[in-house]
């Protein structure tokens, strides 16, 4: 897999203030933050929407990176896939990297949900709920923390990911939410075990879309800058439930 281009994160100026509270940084576009949580640090960042209001409540994303979960790759899929829309729409999108080098799908998740704790403590997040979404790592990720955590979340995405332990309580927790799934037409393993979970899923009535990104492989560029609009417009789409 690929990870090159998610990676030329100095393509990217971050307006970061490390330090300062989500009270004082309105004027911001992307702020980092940590979280100590049960002796474990993890940090973050958080992409604000155009003309902060931390007085108000905005629609929120928790998104998961690809590969290793660290914070180059969480800069990456902020530049190629969720920064643009995030401001242009009004979402706060909040992207951690994984902590002491866990991914979130192998033993990182163990910081949840008091992470969602401390993020709805922070900022206002409209319905106390978000949608969750991940790359390829990031999906698997995505789709295992809403199964664990399903009150937290509206809508799961994997651009690619899916559930891999399909059975028993992890699928029944998603069965009241929108779930997404992207992959590439030229990424075979991924597209087998992502089509037979679609028509899992389907068979269960589940309110579930796949889309097969023609001549895409396991990084699917056509779901990068103003193609992430797509995934942006499915979480307008699904909404507070």
Known sequence: ??????????????????????????????????????????????????????????????????GAQTMELVDGLIYWNLRRQAERRGFIVFIPAAPDGLAFFKGGEKVFPEL??????????????????????????????????????????????YLRDATGAGVNALANMCIHMYVGENDARWLESMDAQFKQFQTKGYNVKFGVEKGQGHVMRSLEQNGAARLFDNFEACGAR
């Open 1 to 66: 897999m690929d990870f090159r281009r998610l990676l030329r994160a100095t393509l990217f100026t971050l307006a970061i203030n490390l330090a300062a509270p989500p009270g004082n940084v309105a004027s911001a576009e992307v702020v980092g933050g940590t979280a100590e949580i049960a002796g474990t640090t993890v940090r973050y960042r958080v992409v604000l929407p155009a003309n902060f209001d931390p007085a108000k409540a905005y629609p929120g994303v928790l998104a998961f990176p690809p």
């Open 116 to 161: 969602l704790t401390k993020l709805l403590a922070d900022y206002k997040i409209q319905d106390n709920k978000f949608h969750i979404a991940g790359m390829s790592a990031g999906g698997y990720s995505a789709f295992l923390i809403a199964a664990q955590h399903p009150q937290y979340f509206i809508s799961v995405t994997g651009f690619p990911g």
